[in-house]
């Protein structure tokens, strides 16, 4: 079994950053589809970014130009850099990872970002 768990969550003002991080238990993410998403309270679910094996990047037009989303050569750790946070980046962010062979989708248990003066 495979488990995802999210780090790197708290309290910052705005205009302040955080790096989430996201550890696997094994090495799946350089044959996988690795994406963030969060939620805030009585929102949906949305996609805030994402990345393919082939390092290609993308971004929800509201985080563009502000996070940044990587991973690393060994596969088992994905991040989530957050610049110049806004109180609308409030919410828990979840790490998502669809192993390509075998098309299973895997979740982190989520981190809560609170951006707050």
């Known amino acids: 079994q495979v488990h995802l768990v999210e780090s790197g969550g708290g309290l910052v003002q705005p205009g302040g950053s955080l790096r989430l991080s996201c550890a696997a238990s094994r090495s799946i993410f350089s044959n996988s589809v690795v994406a963030w998403y969060r939620q805030a309270p009585g929102k949906q679910r949305e996609l805030v970014a994402s990345?393919?094996?082939?390092?290609?990047?993308n971004y929800a037009d509201a985080v563009k130009g502000r996070f940044t989303i990587s991973r690393d050569n060994a596969g088992n750790m994905v991040y989530l850099q957050m610049n110049s946070l806004i109180p609308e980046d409030t919410a828990v962010y979840y790490c998502?990872?669809?192993?390509?062979?075998?098309?299973?989708?895997?979740w982190g248990q989520g981190t809560q970002v609170t951006v707050s003066s």
């Open positions: 990345i393919t094996r082939g390092g290609v990047t």
């Open positions: 998502n990872a669809q192993y390509q062979p075998t098309l299973y989708n895997y």
